[in-house]
Nanobody
Framework: QGNLVESGGGSVQAGDSLRLSCGAP????????MGWFRQAPGKEREFVAA????????LYADSVKDRFTISRDISKGLAYLQMNNLKPEDTAVYYC?????????????????WGQGTQVTVSS
């Protein structure tokens, strides 16, 4: 864990929106593919979304497609996850991750750098 810092989590009602942000205070992520994963209580960490170093070719889990949008601000070395129409089943700790290579992946074990996670709680 470490190297990356997430922010933007919180407690919301179903149907609300949140935007998560991810940065790397001590290193650049401009050339790295970035991804978001989440882990709900009692469940394994799962893929949510990922994007290439330049913000292209986004990948999404079926459960969040059409509701979540991943994006990058290369100049700031940041990645974002815009989450709309949140559902109670989206409740989890959300983790930002980066690969050493520019191309996104859905596989958790392909990511080299991780944040500490930010809690997202959605109530019905």
């Amino acid at each position: 864990q470490g190297n990356l810092v997430e922010s933007g989590g919180g407690s919301v009602q179903a149907g609300d929106s949140l935007r998560l942000s991810c940065g790397a205070p001590r290193r650049t992520t401009s050339n790295n593919a970035m991804g978001w994963f989440r882990q709900a209580p009692g469940k394994e960490r799962e893929f949510v979304a990922a994007v290439n170093w330049n913000g292209g070719s986004p990948l999404y889990a079926d459960s969040v497609k059409d509701r979540f949008t991943i994006s990058r601000d290369i100049s700031k070395g940041l990645a974002y996850l815009q989450m709309n129409n949140l559902k109670p089943e989206d409740t989890a700790v959300y983790y930002c991750a980066a690969r050493r290579v520019p191309i996104a992946s859905r596989s958790l074990d392909q990511y080299n750098y991780w944040g500490q996670g930010t809690q997202v709680t959605v109530s019905s």
